[in-house]
């Protein structure tokens, strides 16, 4: 069974997972912008790795595009966030990027990336900075819990991520 990871990552946390997956799958990896869309027939399992923004999945127009080359594959989605994996989260997350129909023919899977601030683009940082703002200017006894770690990690990166993490996506492929 051939089978690739393609990833798009901003600030690495995607990256990381996608090389700790394609080696345990001893899979081809490749950044997106590096693939050729033409290729995803010569390989029967297509595993794609985002990050979120704005629970958007960024890069997974790539494997949306090309669900027609795809039909007798196995396909794999996997996003990255700071967010711990909730259902909400992940339904919310899963429901925004695809329709009932592409969510039958995609797995999903959420793996806790990490944040940041530091490594974002310009624009970004400007989105997140507005985001800070706006958290600010909320009581402090209003703020959950996700909402004071976002704050705390504006000074200092945190990183979630753990290979364990990506042991069921592993399994669902090798099943």
Same mark, same amino acid.
């Given at each position: 069974m051939?089978t690739?990871?393609v990833? $798009?990552?901003?600030?690495g946390?995607t $990256?990381?997972?996608?090389e700790?997956? +394609?080696k345990d799958?001893?899979a &081809?990896?490749?950044?997106?912008? $590096?693939?050729?869309?033409?290729?995803?027939?010569?390989y &029967?399992?297509?595993?794609?790795?985002?990050s979120?923004? +704005?629970?958007?999945?960024?890069?997974?127009k790539?494997?949306?595009?090309n669900?027609?080359k795809l039909k007798?594959k196995? !396909?794999?989605v996997?996003?990255t966030g700071a967010s711990?994996a909730r259902?909400? !989260?992940l339904?919310?997350?899963k429901?925004?990027?695809f329709?009932?129909?592409e969510q039958?023919?995609? $797995?999903?899977?959420?793996? @806790?990336g990490?944040f &940041?601030?530091?490594?974002?683009k310009?624009?970004d940082k400007?989105?997140?900075?507005?985001m800070?703002w706006?958290l600010?200017r909320k009581k402090?006894e209003?703020?959950?819990?996700?909402? @004071?770690?976002?704050?705390?990690?504006?000074? @200092?990166?945190? &990183?979630?991520?753990?290979k364990?993490y990506?042991e069921q996506l592993?399994s669902y492929?090798?099943?």
């Amino acid at each position: 069974m051939k089978t690739v990871v393609v990833y $798009k990552s901003k600030t690495g946390f995607t $990256k990381k997972y996608a090389e700790w997956i +394609a080696k345990d799958l001893s899979a &081809d990896l490749f950044e997106a912008s $590096k693939f050729k869309a033409d290729s995803l027939v010569n390989y &029967d399992t297509v595993i794609f790795g985002g990050s979120l923004h +704005a629970a958007g999945i960024i890069g997974v127009k790539l494997i949306k595009k090309n669900l027609d080359k795809l039909k007798d594959k196995k !396909v794999v989605v996997f996003s990255t966030g700071a967010s711990p994996a909730r259902m909400e !989260v992940l339904n919310e997350v899963k429901n925004r990027n695809f329709t009932e129909g592409e969510q039958n023919i995609i $797995k999903f899977f959420y793996l @806790r990336g990490g944040f &940041d601030y530091s490594k974002l683009k310009s624009v970004d940082k400007v989105l997140m900075t507005m985001m800070k703002w706006k958290l600010k200017r909320k009581k402090k006894e209003t703020l959950t819990a996700d909402e @004071r770690g976002m704050l705390a990690s504006y000074n @200092r990166p945190v &990183d979630f991520t753990r290979k364990k993490y990506t042991e069921q996506l592993i399994s669902y492929v090798n099943s």
